[in-house]
T-cell receptor, first 116, second 112 residues
Framework: GAVVSQHPSWVICKSGTSVKIECRSL??????MFWYRQFPKQSLMLMAT?????????EQGVEKDKFLINHASLTLSTLTVTSAHPEDSSFYIC????????????FGDGTRLSIL | QKEVEQDPGPLSVPEGAIVSLNCTYS??????FMWYRQYSRKGPELLMY????GNKEDGRFTAQVDKSSKYISLFIRDSQPSDSATYLC????????????FGTGTKLQVIP
């Protein structure tokens, strides 16, 4: 089945640093990848839609200058949290859809980000 | 009112029980319906997906959609301790499951 890999799985860093999270589709090509954020005991909230070869589409209230998304190839999208602060601590999850498929998104295992 | 409502639980059942998980929604444009299972500190795992109203069965899992009532269900037969997880319903309007709206999830515990 479709597999989406996310790296790193857990990162702890100091306030003010930037953190990059990678999302890869391992056995299929994905023109579209999605980035979600999940706080404890809450549901997934879509942050942005990442489109290969073009700018990402951000949801209302998500700062595009803070959460930089790059989708440089059909198998890789990255999310960079710039100048991270403690309030950015959360569980970040990516998902991807197979090109030409009419099936739902498959998710990575998430990245737990802790900003000290 | 949230677009998708889901009872957060927790729901505790004995091993072997039939589990019923439910979601209601308000957006009549939703046509694609999904159920995901999420273990602690992991990403959601796709269990079932259906289009429009009707039933779909896969092993111990059955998904039901009643668009007239804006109500979807997931039934788990012969529940196992390994089924203990949070179950998320999800829905989308467009073909291809583009923008998906999730419920808050129901935490299920199956007791041996």
């Amino acid at each position: 089945g479709a597999v989406v890999s996310q790296h790193p799985s857990w990162v702890i860093c100091k306030s003010g640093t930037s953190v990059k999270i990678e999302c890869r589709s391992l056995d299929f090509q994905a023109t579209t990848m999605f980035w979600y954020r999940q706080f404890p005991k809450q549901s997934l909230m879509l942050m942005a839609t990442s489109n290969e070869g073009s700018k990402a589409t951000y949801e209302q209230g998500v700062e595009k200058d803070k959460f930089l998304i790059n989708h440089a190839s059909l198998t890789l999208s990255t999310l960079t949290v710039t100048s991270a602060h403690p309030e950015d601590s959360s569980f970040y999850i990516c998902s991807a859809r197979r090109v030409g498929s009419n099936q739902p998104q498959h998710f990575g295992d998430g990245t737990r980000l802790s900003i000290l | 009112q949230k677009e998708v409502e889901q009872d957060p639980g927790p729901l505790s059942v004995p091993e072997g029980a039939i589990v019923s998980l439910n979601c209601t929604y308000s957006n009549s444009a939703f046509q694609y319906f999904m159920w995901y299972r999420q273990y602690s500190r992991k990403g959601p795992e796709l269990l079932m997906y259906t289009y429009s109203s009707g039933n779909k069965e896969d092993g111990r899992f059955t998904a039901q959609v009643d668009k007239s009532s804006k109500y979807i269900s997931l039934f788990i037969r012969d529940s196992q301790p390994s089924d203990s997880a949070t179950y998320l319903c999800a829905m989308s309007e467009s073909g291809g499951y583009q923008k998906v709206t999730f419920g808050t999830g129901t935490k299920l515990q199956v007791i041996p």
